[in-house]
């Protein structure tokens, strides 16, 4: 069964570094989206993406967040200069359409120290 | 913000036991999802109700709609500890919008 895939697994960083987070949504979907869950609280929408650009994003994804798809399978995301904030489960997903049923990957566990 | 609350936020039972978690919201669901998420795994979905009063089956889970689609309950029928996870409801508009989740021990 397709399923997204995300990597690394666990990200240890120092605050002020850079990080890119990576996803491989399924291979028919079009929409693909960043959600981050910090620890205790709840999933949180960061950003949708669809045909090669950002459809819609939340307040928290501000100008140190980027997202890319640099080639026909990856789907990044991408933190500038980390803050110890950011620490948090980071969820991508993808679906068929737009109010489609959404896939999750299994995430990245950040941690900024 | 359209907020969702879910209760309650942590729930632990006896094997065999049944047991019902809501989640509630001010306004108007279009349409709302239940999503399981087990520790280190991505939420996945469970079931999507659209139509105010639907109830649906999976298993020994019964999803249920509010007729004036603002809340939605959850009853699981002699839980068992393969049960246990973390239960998410969200509304979905262009994005999934998700309470802060129902965590549910099951003990054997």
């Known amino acids: 069964e397709p399923e997204v895939t995300q990597t690394p697994s666990h990200q240890v960083t120092q605050m002020g570094q850079e990080v890119i987070l990576r996803c491989v949504p399924i291979?028919?979907?079009?929409?693909f989206y960043w959600y981050r869950q910090i620890l205790g609280q709840k999933v949180e929408f960061l950003v949708s993406f669809y045909n090669n650009e950002i459809s819609e994003k939340s307040e928290i994804f501000d100008d140190q967040f980027s997202v890319e798809r640099p080639d026909g399978s990856n789907f990044t995301l991408k933190i500038r200069s980390t803050k110890l904030e950011d620490s948090a489960m980071y969820f991508c997903?993808?679906?068929?359409?737009?109010?489609?049923?959404?896939?999750f990957g299994p995430g990245t566990r950040l941690t900024v120290t | 913000t359209q907020l969702l609350e879910q209760s309650p936020q942590f729930l632990s039972i006896q094997e065999g036991e049944n047991l019902t978690v809501y989640c509630n919201s001010s306004s108007v669901f279009s349409s709302l999802q239940w999503y399981r998420q087990e520790p280190g795994e991505g939420p996945v979905l469970l079931v999507t109700v659209v139509t105010g009063g639907e109830v649906k089956k999976l298993k020994r889970l019964t999803f249920q709609f509010g007729d004036a689609r603002k809340d939605s309950s959850l009853h699981i029928t002699a839980a068992q500890p393969g049960d246990t996870g973390l239960y998410l409801c969200?509304?979905?508009?262009?994005?999934?919008?998700f309470g802060q989740g129902t965590t549910l021990q099951v003990k054997p």
């Open positions: 969200a509304r979905l508009e262009r994005k999934l919008i």
């Open positions: 997903a993808s679906s068929v359409g737009l109010v489609e049923e959404q896939y």
């Open positions: 291979s028919n979907h079009l929409y």
